[in-house]
């Protein structure tokens, strides 16, 4: 289900059910000739419509123009950067309005600069804004001392769990580490590009890849659908477990 697409009564049943609440992080970042510019929006699109059909979720509207970053390409390639404070801030809004609506259970998926589950500056925005976030919401509703209240004895048993306030906003690559090291991992070569194949295979033309010569676009041509499926099949699973 799409929260563009909820009324009133689907919120309060996620509410009450604690569904999955999930935002596709996502950019609009040049990725060679072959590749669309949103490759890492829609592979988290695609993923999460993908497992939308196997367990109930609920996805909430995409954020795409993100701290992409000039790390691939400068500013004349079509990349569309957005600074890390002014970014941060904006979601930090996007958090707290879907906290004091009593969502309790949210995910930001991105596949953005996410090697190895590394700390890059898009994930840590989104990760500081969710902390603000939670910590502001507790603080405006339990007012100062919250965590010292005898209401919250019970925190360190709590921890990791739904109960856990600090476990309501999570953000999760698209790609656990496991499943980048079982298959591969890259930006706009084999990998990237098989994994799109598999959702969108419009949005790669590897006949344009000689276009430019680009290192990191050079082994493209490999890519492929038998690749894809199984990239697609191991990340699906590794998500189905992660969101919970």
Same mark, same amino acid.
């Given at each position: 289900?799409?929260?563009?697409?909820?009324?009133?009564?689907?919120?309060?049943?996620?509410?009450?059910?604690?569904?999955?609440?999930?935002?596709?992080?996502?950019?609009?970042? $040049?990725?060679?000739?072959?590749?669309? !510019?949103?490759?890492?929006?829609?592979?988290?699109?695609?993923?999460?419509?993908?497992?939308?059909?196997?367990?109930?979720?609920?996805?909430?509207?995409?954020?795409?123009?993100?701290?992409?970053?000039?790390?691939?390409?400068?500013?004349?390639?079509?990349?569309?950067?957005?600074?890390?404070?002014?970014?941060?801030?904006?979601?930090?809004?996007?958090?707290?309005?879907?906290?004091?609506?009593?969502?309790?259970?949210?995910?930001?998926?991105?596949?953005?600069?996410?090697?190895?589950?590394?700390?890059?500056?898009?994930?840590?925005? !989104?990760?500081?804004?969710?902390?603000?976030?939670?910590?502001?919401?507790?603080?405006?509703?339990?007012?100062?001392?919250?965590?010292?209240?005898?209401?919250?004895?019970? !925190? !360190?048993?709590?921890?990791?769990?739904?109960?856990?306030?600090?476990?309501?906003?999570?953000?999760?690559?698209?790609?656990?580490?496991?499943?980048?090291?079982?298959?591969?991992?890259?930006?706009?070569?084999? $990998?990237?590009?098989?994994?799109?194949?598999?959702? $969108?295979?419009?949005?790669?033309?590897?006949?344009?890849?000689?276009?430019?010569?680009?290192?990191?676009?050079?082994?493209?041509?490999?890519?492929?659908?038998?690749?894809?499926?199984?990239?697609?099949?191991?990340?699906?699973?590794?998500?189905?477990?992660?969101?919970?």
């Amino acid at each position: 289900m799409k929260l563009d697409f909820c009324f009133p009564r689907e919120l309060d049943e996620a509410k009450k059910d604690r569904t999955p609440v999930v935002i596709p992080g996502g950019t609009v970042e $040049y990725h060679g000739p072959h590749c669309a !510019y949103g490759c890492d929006t829609l592979i988290v699109e695609g993923l999460l419509c993908e497992l939308a059909k196997r367990r109930e979720i609920i996805i909430a509207p995409t954020i795409s123009y993100s701290p992409a970053s000039w790390a691939v390409g400068g500013d004349t390639t079509g990349t569309v950067h957005v600074e890390e404070t002014v970014f941060e801030e904006y979601v930090f809004h996007v958090f707290m309005s879907m906290l004091s609506a009593g969502l309790r259970n949210i995910y930001v998926v991105i596949h953005h600069q996410f090697e190895e589950g590394s700390l890059m500056p898009m994930t840590l925005s !989104y990760m500081k804004a969710g902390k603000r976030a939670t910590m502001r919401y507790l603080e405006r509703t339990l007012g100062q001392g919250w965590w010292g209240s005898e209401s919250f004895a019970d !925190y !360190y048993a709590n921890l990791g769990g739904g109960d856990d306030p600090f476990s309501w906003i999570k953000v999760i690559p698209a790609m656990s580490p496991a499943a980048q090291r079982a298959t591969g991992y890259d930006h706009a070569g084999t $990998y990237e590009c098989s994994l799109l194949m598999a959702l $969108y295979p419009e949005a790669v033309k590897p006949e344009r890849v000689g276009d430019v010569k680009h290192w990191f676009t050079a082994n493209s041509a490999e890519a492929n659908l038998e690749l894809g499926r199984k990239m697609l099949e191991l990340t699906l699973t590794d998500l189905d477990r992660a969101i919970r």
